[in-house]
């Protein structure tokens, strides 16, 4: 009797797939991590963003990773035939809601006069961003703002400006450097300007409890009363408010002015840029962002004198918020 050898060789038999609508063809025993690991897939988790596109949860959403409809483990063994859907996870935007505004100052403030403004309020941060705003047509005016300051060097050089220009504007500034600058902010005063409260130590409000959002505005507010400033406006730093921030302003006398223009100043583009800016943003009823402080000044400071001249020459005049 002839006995043939035999040898237990296992062969690799294949593995056919459908993967994400795909053919794939892989060779031996196969789980869904090697075959994902074969495709490049890194699973990623989605987020959870606010309505200003900040982050608030970075794994919001699981990846998806289903064999046949069911939901499928990484170790799990494919088999020919296996429809296999992957997708990452997803970012979402909070659910929020839409306000329509349409009254005299509004407050939150975006423009001077009448205005029809769409706020959206993100209801899982309370971060409220401006969608859109559009001036209810009336007089042709602006209003300059510097923010940040007083920042000695360039406060003055501002000041300058305003004073030959025969234009007032208003001066968001920031409690600590009104502390350190006392005089510059009774010059800002003296010569006419608006003192407005941007708090003690310019935080992010919208991330910060009520308790210490009250401490910085309050705070910020008695020092420059005592400066002799009428306060009645407060601008939150770097636009970062909730409804509740725009409340507690409002309980300690102040309404909250953000603004309709930025010629983004604070990066220190050329002088140039910061003009072209503005004039492309203007409308009536336009407030206007600019910074004294917060660094070196001096294209913002060469590009006012200009900017004055080209408003008044389209037949703009100039207040202060009040
Ligand atoms: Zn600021």
Redesign the pocket.
């Known amino acids: 009797m002839v006995v043939a050898p035999t040898v237990a060789y296992d062969f690799p038999h294949p593995t056919n797939v459908s993967f994400n609508g795909r053919a794939v063809r892989m060779m031996g025993h196969v789980t869904m991590s090697n075959l994902l690991r074969r495709e490049h897939i890194h699973l990623k988790l989605g987020r959870l963003l606010d309505v200003s596109g900040g982050v608030i949860s970075s794994a919001e959403n699981l990846p998806v990773v289903k064999i046949n409809g069911v939901d499928a483990q990484s170790t799990t063994t494919l088999k020919s035939g296996d429809v296999i859907e992957f997708h990452n996870g997803q970012d979402v935007t909070e659910p929020s809601e839409t306000e329509y505004l349409r009254e005299g100052s509004g407050n939150p403030q975006f423009l001077l006069g009448t205005a029809a403004i769409t706020l959206k309020h993100g209801l899982d941060s309370g971060i409220t961003v401006p969608l859109t705003s559009k001036p209810v047509p009336g007089p042709k005016a602006v209003a300059l703002t510097f923010?940040?300051g007083p920042n000695p060097g360039y406060t003055e050089r501002v000041l300058d400006v305003l004073k030959s220009k025969h234009v007032h504007a208003t001066f968001?500034v920031?409690g600590r450097m009104a502390n350190a600058y006392p005089d510059l902010v009774k010059r800002e005063l003296k010569e006419g300007n608006l003192v407005g409260d941007?708090s003690w130590s310019?935080p992010m409000l919208a991330h910060r409890s009520d308790a210490s959002a009250r401490d910085e505005l309050q705070h910020t507010r008695d020092l420059l009363r005592k400066l002799g400033a009428t306060v009645t406006v407060f601008?939150p730093?770097?636009g970062s408010y909730t409804r509740s921030t725009v409340s507690i302003a409002s309980s300690l006398g102040l309404r909250t002015v953000v603004w309709s223009a930025d010629p983004s100043d604070y990066r220190r583009p050329p002088v140039g840029t910061i003009v072209a800016r503005v004039m492309s943003q203007v409308r009536p009823g336009t407030i206007i962002l600019m910074?004294d402080?917060?660094g070196d000044r001096s294209n913002t400071i060469a590009a006012l004198p200009i900017i004055i001249d080209n408003l008044r020459k389209q037949g703009y005049s100039f207040e202060t918020l009040s």
Request: proline share 8%; glycine share 16%; hydrophobic share 15%.
């Open positions: 923010d940040d968001f920031v941007h310019h601008r730093p770097y910074h402080g917060g």
